[in-house]
């Protein structure tokens, strides 16, 4: 009696590992026709943003060689997972600040020695001009120039470094469509959406393959289980 219910157990657990495993290849085919359209879509649309934006502008020479993945994958325990790298932030370039000594004191005093050395030369001017019409008789005038002067102190410019100011760090733009420019079609934009999806799908069909490849193992392990309770049952 025992004996049969172990061998009912076993086929009931048979049975449901066989719905789960048919459930998950359904899932696994489906999941291939989408990945496989969506690469198709993306194929279509860098093809349309060819046209549109000339194929010279979105080819090899257009994109640094050097380039870093934006995304890495992980292996644990037999799970592929995805995670981002660090981001390493952009140090802001030191600001170089144009510094000129204030000039407002030295040319005030230069404008004051100035007009009060034009003032006493004027005053001079006139007495020569008085005793001249005083002793000839006639009546010459002589224009007397004003010469203003003007002294500016011209400083070479100096140039002082600014302090670090903590400052916030700055995220590197590390999206692959600027390699083609600011204003890109929106068809390129519409491709890499594509292909970003349709990778990100192939990870978890990888996920799918290895729980497919778990449910065959232990459904394989209850089959040996039944064979062997059923040549226990045989008398």
Known sequence: MAMTEQLEKV????????????????????????CSSDFQQGYLDLAQAKYTMGFTTISQSSYDERMKALLRMHIENNTFSISKPPEHPVESETNLRRRTAPTTSTSTSASTSTSSSASS????????????????????????????????????????????KPEKPKKPNN??????????SPSLRTSQKHFKTATMRIIEQANRMKELKCLEEEYNALQKKKILLLDQSIP
């Open 11 to 34: 086929c009931l657990q048979l049975d449901d590992l066989a719905l789960q495993y048919l459930s998950k290849l359904e899932e696994y085919g489906r999941e291939w026709e989408t």
């Open 175 to 184: 999206d692959p469509l600027r390699w083609f420019g600011y204003l890109v």
């Open 121 to 164: 030369s004027s005053s001079s001017n006139i007495n020569i001009n008085n005793t001249n019409t005083n002793n000839s008789f006639s009546t010459k005038k002589k224009d007397s120039e004003w010469i203003e002067i003007e002294r500016e102190l011209e400083l070479p410019e100096e140039y002082e470094m600014n302090e670090k």
